[in-house]
């Protein structure tokens, strides 16, 4: 029994530790001294790119120009044209130790890619390191400093305390406005959107004339408000409302009231016709294009495909109706306090057994900073660069001051997609990340997507759907399965959801402990009362 005593109170203790604990530490990497000229260095890059040749040109450029300063080092540039399959593609290289080098891609992935293993590079130390770090001496191109890297989107960056990204682009979400179409219907765009204003309207552009066509546009189809992205949607709903989504360490929020109340607005608009996503209708640039709608949200980066004179079209020119479009900050809760998203593309460095390796990929990582390289790839799209170095630089001024001098490098609407979200940084924000954050920004959207569909389906959305729902989407994308999951009884009351397996093997391994300790108390007890009585 004392043996037995003794094996269990160490198995609580380790357990203890390991619930406690949670994750493995990630080792600090260890900066060589010197960075070795003499050998030779292959470094594979994954990026993405959204079909356009430009950006692809771009990336081809950066690498030929880096490997003249850097001859000894090559890089293997391979694309993909979504985040998804890149992160699909990581997860399944993870275990073979086959990752890329460098990859292009989002902290809600990278957190991900962190589990349990040492395979992202800790960037503080080579932040910090004077001749390779951040603007350092022994550099062979002229690369920010820390200092010049935008606060707002370098803290996106930091998972559990320390950098293991550095931002490349940065975008938010604009509302595309068919201007013609509002003030056909009786209205003035206000100087601030708010969310009464996109649905009034939307819902008084669902007027039909006697043929069933729409008054507003004499075509058949009119869907007034789109949204490209509805996890965004109902992430900045909820951060506007002040309401929970989630914790910086993982505790998820967004099963609340103000989420059902969100959905019920939906929903009411929905069942007028007055709403759709692109998931289920398609693309809101082609419908705001063609004249079959009035207000589209997408990202300032989706920019080229707005429009009457967009450079990028996805229908035929036959059917774009020619507009006047207004570029606005999306629909806003409070005016006078704007909250909208921070969001686009970091690069994390890969771990390698090869330290000077690892250094390459950094100097490869950090070049992609440089001015050349940040204006160029931001004047393909609604991006603005990452750092103030290339903000305030006399190219990037100009290229900025030049809106609409022609519909490709100086499109108008693209540039004012860009001055948005330059005007607007310090009313962004961004997510919490964590390794599960992923799953839960899907989860957001798919809370929209359902009842948008449920709706279009002519099902009943009430209370006991949305009961349903939570758990549907909750079981969906492993939220039940969260160190600290919530959800509500039947009378809307709060109560915490299953507990996590380290917290269940812990109380279990605690109750046997206590059961042998009684066992063990009661059996020297009797022992003892057995001796007396001898």
Known sequence: MRKLFFILTMLVLLLTLAACHGAREHDAFDVPDDFDMSREYEI????????????????????????????????????????????????????TNTTPNVCITYPDHIATYMTGTNAVVSLDALFANKK????????????????????????????????????????????YINKDLVEALGYTIPEALTWDFVWEVSDAAMEKAEDGTFLINGQNVMIPFIYKSTDNMMIQQLRQRNAGYSTNDGHIEIFNDTTIELLYTIAEHTKLGAFSTFKISSYPGNFLNAGQSIFAIDSTAGATWMGSNAPLLDISEDKVVD?????????????????????????????????????????????????????????????????????????????????????????????????????????????????????LRNAAGQLIENVTKSIRRRETVNKAYMDKLFIEVSALYRLDQSDSQMDSDEDGKTVFGPLPQTAKA?????????????????????????????
């Open 132 to 175: 390779y770090g951040l603007g350092g001496s022994e550099l062979l191109f002229d690369a920010p400093k820390q200092n010049e890297i935008i606060p707002q989107f370098l803290s996106e960056c930091i998972l559990d305390g320390n950098y293991y990204a550095i931002p490349y682009m940065r975008s938010t979400e604009a509302c």
């Open 44 to 95: 594979t890059f994954w990026a993405k790119n959204d079909t356009n040749k430009t950006q692809t040109d771009i990336y081809r450029k950066a690498i030929d120009d880096f490997q003249e300063l850097y001859p000894n080092i090559t890089v293997t540039m391979r694309l993909y044209t979504d985040y998804s399959r890149i992160y699909n593609d990581v997860i399944t290289n993870l275990s």
């Open 506 to 534: 812990l109380l279990s391994s605690l109750t046997i402990a206590w059961i042998c300790i009684f066992l063990y108390i009661m059996t020297t007890f009797i022992k003892k009362k057995s001796a007396k009585l001898v």
């Open 323 to 439: 507009f006047e479009i207004v570029v606005m900050a999306i629909p806003q809760f409070d005016i006078d306090n704007p909250q909208m998203i921070s969001q686009g593309p970091s690069v994390c460095i890969f771990n390698k057994d090869d330290p000077q390796e690892v250094l390459a990929s950094w100097l490869f990582t950090q070049y992609l900073l440089t001015n050349e390289v940040q204006i160029a790839y931001s004047q393909t799209e609604g991006y603005i660069p990452v750092t103030t170095k290339a903000q305030e630089s006399d190219i990037y001024l100009d290229y900025l001051s030049r809106a609409g001098e022609d519909n490709n490098m100086y499109y108008d609407v693209k540039i004012q997609a860009s001055q948005l979200l330059l005007d607007n940084i310090n009313n962004t924000f961004i997510t919490p990340v964590w390794n599960g954050s992923a799953s």
